[in-house]
């Protein structure tokens, strides 16, 4: 879905707002959890059809519902849209980049090209190690919450979803901000895209190491994983727009290359946690998981720095 999704904002989406096209929809995702956490509990308990059958009727048929006014209202591109003006398709045409002619006739995939860039290759590692911190919190924060700091499982559910309503804000505000600088006259892109590399990981990775010596106090604890999850969402600035800056004509290509070394992430830190935690579930077998969590993310920010580029590459000019 995510590939396909940034097709469509590289053939939507002027250039300089790509930034805040791209956070706006990975931010509706994160309320997405959010809502279907809470909503998924409350039919459980409340229900028809014994409780939890009612949760796939439910989001069951809102995606039915979803399914019909996408396929009547979405199109692939603005020149296969019926109903936009001329002027309009020919401003969204100018603006992207791609033209009506570039969607039919697609380039040929330059694969040699993709994996010997560095500024591609710096986006996977600091995807990798962007999803390592993300799915630290994600996969976490319920464990930590329930054996560190004795939440109920109501409670637990509750708290593990504000994290995302903090980042989903995050998102919108970074998306804003991003593309202000980028805006000719101010920033590069390379620069900006650098800046929110450092803000969605440098940052979230300090506040680990603040909690790892809050020890069981509650409040300022969780306090410190919502700001430290909101940090994360600075990082979708960065990371999961730079394949757009990088080719938008192969930006599904290479959002599905940097997300596809991003999984490993999201495979490997539960089992990291569970090696870590399930003989000790305590504060300092927790501080590993954290301080692991730090050496990757700054490891990423590394590399991204050094390597990154907000820039188009060449590979637009492959011969067709």
């Known amino acids: 879905m995510l590939p396909a999704t940034h097709a469509l904002l590289s053939r939507w989406t002027p250039r300089l707002e790509t930034?805040?096209?791209v956070?706006?929809?990975?931010?509706?995702?994160h309320c997405g959890y959010v809502i279907g956490m809470l909503l998924g509990g409350f039919l459980s308990d409340h229900g028809f059809a014994g409780g939890w059958p009612s949760v796939f009727y439910v989001f069951g048929t809102i995606g039915c519902v979803w399914s019909a006014a996408w396929f009547l209202l979405c199109h692939s591109s603005p020149s296969a849209h019926p109903r936009i003006s001329k002027a309009e398709r020919e401003q969204l045409e100018a603006t992207t980049g791609i033209n009506s002619k570039e969607v039919v006739d697609k380039p040929k995939t330059p694969w040699r090209?993709?994996?010997?860039?560095?500024?591609?290759?710096?986006?996977?590692?600091?995807?990798?190690?962007?999803?390592?911190?993300?799915?630290?919190?994600?996969?976490?924060l319920p464990l930590f919450f329930y054996d560190v700091l004795g939440f109920s499982m109501t409670n637990n559910g509750l708290m593990a979803s504000?994290?995302?309503l903090a980042a989903s804000g995050m998102m919108l505000i970074a998306g804003q901000a991003?593309?202000?600088?980028?805006?000719?006259?101010r920033l590069s892109t390379t620069t900006v895209r650098k800046i929110f590399c450092v803000c969605g990981m440098v940052l979230p990775s300090i506040l680990f190491i603040v909690v790892g010596f809050l020890g069981c106090d509650r409040a300022p604890v969780v306090l410190v994983m919502i700001a430290a999850m909101a940090c994360q969402g600075c990082a979708w600035s960065c990371l999961s727009v730079n394949p757009l800056d990088l080719s938008a004509s192969h930006a599904a290509t290479l959002v599905g290359i940097t997300n596809s070394v991003g999984t490993v992430a999201s495979i490997v830190t539960p089992i990291v946690i569970g090696q870590l935690t399930y003989r000790s579930s305590t504060i300092s077998e927790w501080r590993k998981v954290f301080y692991i969590a730090v050496g990757v993310e700054w490891f990423g920010t590394i590399v991204y720095l050094l390597f990154g580029s907000g820039e188009p590459q060449n590979w637009q000019d492959e011969a067709k």
Do not use: I, Q
């Not at 991003?178 to 006259?185: H, I, N, Q």
């Open 178 to 185: 991003a593309d202000w600088l980028r805006a000719p006259g």
């Open 19 to 21: 930034t805040r096209g």
């Open 162 to 164: 504000l994290p995302y």
């Open 113 to 140: 090209k993709f994996f010997t860039s560095m500024p591609l290759l710096s986006c996977c590692v600091g995807k990798l190690a962007h999803l390592w911190g993300y799915h630290t919190l994600t996969n976490g």
């Open 23 to 29: 956070t706006m929809v990975f931010s509706g995702e």
